[in-house]
């Protein structure tokens, strides 16, 4: 049974830092992409970044280029999103997502998801 676990999501003061996890289990992570994704409210899910796991390849949104770092634990089968510098405009909830083959930055592409972590940049 595929399963994404997300957690590490929280409350936080403008300029602070969180580190989220994505935890996956019941397919071969080697043979897929994950992705970070977030959904403010009334607003669409959004791409924030994803990773090739075979090759440790990432990519992000320009939105969050240079704040947000995706980090891989092969042996935790984890994923990480390093979150810096974090504004009021990047509270959502944010969601782990797989897909098979190379990475994407599409929503629909993804048919993995997790539970989502609420995020709340706030003073």
């Known amino acids: 049974q595929v399963q994404l676990v997300e957690s590490g999501g929280g409350l936080v003061q403008p300029g602070g830092s969180l580190r989220l996890s994505c935890t996956a289990s019941?397919?071969?992570?080697?043979?897929?992409?994950l992705g970070w994704f977030r959904q403010a409210p009334g607003k669409e899910r959004e791409f924030v970044g994803t990773?090739?796991?075979?090759?440790?390849?990432?990519d992000y949104a320009d939105s969050i280029k240079g704040r947000f770092t995706i980090l891989q634990d092969n042996d935790k089968n984890t994923m990480y999103l390093q979150m810096n510098s974090l504004k009021p405009e990047d509270t959502a909830v944010y969601y782990c997502?797989?897909?098979?083959?190379?990475?994407?930055?599409?929503?629909?592409?993804?048919?993995?998801w997790g539970q989502g972590t609420q995020v709340t940049v706030s003073s």
């Open positions: 019941g397919f071969i992570l080697d043979y897929h992409a």
């Open positions: 990773i090739a796991w075979s090759v440790g390849a990432t």
């Open positions: 997502a797989a897909k098979p083959g190379t990475w994407a930055i599409d929503v629909q592409r993804y048919i993995y």
